[in-house]
Structures are given as C-alpha cells and as structure tokens.
C-alpha cells in the first residue's frame, strides 16, 4: 500500500525549498523563451518562402505583361494612325493617355503603401501575449 507524502492535491515540488524552486523557473523560462524565438524563425522562414515563391510569378507575369504591352500599343497606334494619318501624332496620342494612366495608378500605390500593416510574426507576438497573462496569474 502506498503512503501519501502530503495532502491530496498538493502540487510534487510544493516540498522543494526556494532556490531550488526559482533555479526551476529559470530553467523553465529561459526554455520558454528558446522555444518562442523557435517559432518566430520557422513562422518568418515560411513567409519568406511563401513571399519568394510570389515574387517568382509577378516576376513572370510581368515579362509576359510587358510583351503583351508592347503589341497592344503598336496596335492602338496604327489603329489612331488610320484616323489621324499621322503616325508621329497616333504615337503622342497614346503616350498622353498611358502618362495619365500611370499617373493614377502611382497615386494609387502610394495610398496602399501608406495603408499596409507591417509585417510581423503574428503567431509568435499571440503566445508570447498568452505567456504574459499566465505569469501574470502566477503572482
């Protein structure tokens, strides 16, 4: 028959003295603290792999795009070019409307930029607000 070597529910270490309890505490943060900067590299390692991977398809979308862009407007400018029959005027004409176009768009982007949250390991700032509050409870 086994003997109780306290009260029911007492925690094991409840008999260790208090060194040995805050060696214990230290140990246990210091692990803590390895394992969160553990998750902040894995999580920040597969936004960039994910970011890179993106990058590699605007990269070519934008290649394929410019392409596309060039025969469009040689298009457009022989299409202008039967109306105005100057070709010099077709090609101002179509400059003009793309200068304005990317006049817009660039307004645009810079109001996005301006908008976009910074990037951060948001998995890894939720534990560590999480461990906060529990040693908080510890108190």
């Known amino acids: 028959m086994a003997v109780a070597s306290g009260p029911p529910g007492r925690p094991p270490d409840a008999d260790n003295s208090l ?4 060696k214990q505490l230290s140990e246990e943060t210091q692990t803590l603290v390895r394992l969160e900067i553990a998750l902040a590299k894995a999580e920040m390692t597969e936004k960039g ?3 890179g991977k993106g990058a590699g398809f605007l990269g070519a979308a934008g290649l394929l795009g410019l392409g596309a862009f060039g ?16 070709v010099w005027l077709a090609a101002l004409i179509v400059t003009l409307i793309y200068a304005v176009i990317a006049a817009v768009l660039a307004k645009r982007g810079q109001k996005e930029i301006k908008q976009a949250a910074p990037a951060a390991p948001e998995q890894t700032i939720e534990t ?6 529990w040693a908080k409870t510890l108190k």
């Open 19 to 22: 060194p040995e309890l805050l």
């Open 49 to 51: 792999k994910q970011a």
């Open 71 to 86: 025969a469009f407007t040689a298009c457009l400018i022989a299409l202008i070019a039967t109306v105005v029959n100057h």
């Open 128 to 133: 560590l607000k999480e461990d906060a509050q």
